[in-house]
């Protein structure tokens, strides 16, 4: 029974990490700054000069919402790919896949930390700034962040 709860583990942390990484991907794709501002044809001498467009608000604040959803979407296949290795291990007891373990599970670790920081940042930007958007991303990451917590949580039991 334990072996399929290290299992569901495995296969939630991987459905949340393919979810975060699509909404990570498409936040970044909106935040990237729009075309050049090009100058007016030659055929209409009297136009104004157009001046290049200002960058606009919050355009950094998205960045690293992407950033932090894409950072907890690390987690979660870390988480993942940590968990199956482990249900390996306790299947077949072989002594090479402690490297393996200790490498997913400290890079899952890492990037929880990294995820976890930059999605508070980004939530409380978020909040006083009064962007939903922002606020519910870094609300993601930060539930992301906390996916290698579950994923050792349940293989204890194991």
Known sequence: MYEALSLLAALVSAVAAVVATWIAVAQWRLSRPGSPVTAPPRSSPAAPPQLPAA??????LARAAAVAVALGAVTAVFSALGDLVFYAQ????????ETWLSILLGTAVLAGAGALLLGLFVLLAG?????GRSTRLGLLAIVLSQTFWLATWLTTFV
Do not use: M, T
Not at 55 to 60: D, F, K, L, Q
Not at 90 to 97: F, K, R, T, V
């Open 90 to 97: 306790q299947q077949e007891s072989s002594p090479g896949q």
């Open 55 to 60: 960058r606009p608000a919050g355009r950094g």
């Open 127 to 131: 909040l006083v700034k009064r962007r």
